[in-house]
């Protein structure tokens, strides 16, 4: 007899509440167990019933620890949830300026946008973040650009009456 004992399968339900604690753990930010289970074969891209992935969890909810264990792990910054959401701009709309800086330091793209076309510029400028508005500009970050309505950064502040953002940007063009 050998000491190895063959796993048994997990039933649905055990599946379920397993996949159920991973996405809490990113939304908790536990890097630990997320490495190990990365390091175990958890599929760094795994998505939960909303098209979060444990990368959006994780970043959404401010854990940058998680995230770069995550990205480490091979997690793709540009897979957007069923919202449309990718995790920058989900940093951008809870103002979280270092996990900007931190997707940016793993390569994700200034102006990364989901299918509506909307940049955490537009983002960052409808919520009034000034400071992600200017952090972003210095980046690179196109404040021409236009999602998929045909709006801009300034066209998004203006709509949700983000007044320093917008003249913010509307120092920019004049």
């Known amino acids: 007899m050998s000491d190895k004992q063959t796993p048994t399968p997990m039933n649905d339900d055990e599946a379920v509440a397993f996949a159920e604690e991973v996405f809490a753990r990113a939304r908790q930010g536990d890097a630990n167990m997320l490495g190990r289970l990365l390091e175990n074969g958890l599929p760094a891209n795994l998505r939960n019933h909303k098209g979060d992935t444990l990368l959006m969890l994780a970043s959404y909810h401010g854990h940058a620890e998680a995230v770069g264990v995550l990205l480490a792990h091979g997690a793709d910054p540009l897979i957007a949830n069923d919202n449309g959401q990718l995790p920058i701009a989900g940093a951008a709309f809870k103002g979280d300026l270092e996990m900007i800086?931190?997707?940016?330091?793993?390569?994700?793209p200034v102006d990364?946008?989901?299918?509506?076309g909307r940049t955490a510029l537009m983002l960052a400028a409808m919520f009034n973040r000034t400071a992600i508005v200017e952090f972003l500009l210095a980046q690179g970050a196109d404040?021409?650009?236009?999602?998929?309505k045909g709006i801009s950064a300034l066209g998004a502040a203006q709509a949700m009456g983000a007044g320093d953002a917008a003249a913010q940007l509307q120092a920019l063009a004049g």
């Open 101 to 108: 800086r931190l997707l940016l330091a793993h390569g994700v």
């Open 112 to 116: 990364a946008a989901a299918a509506d």
């Open 143 to 148: 404040p021409q650009r236009q999602d998929a």
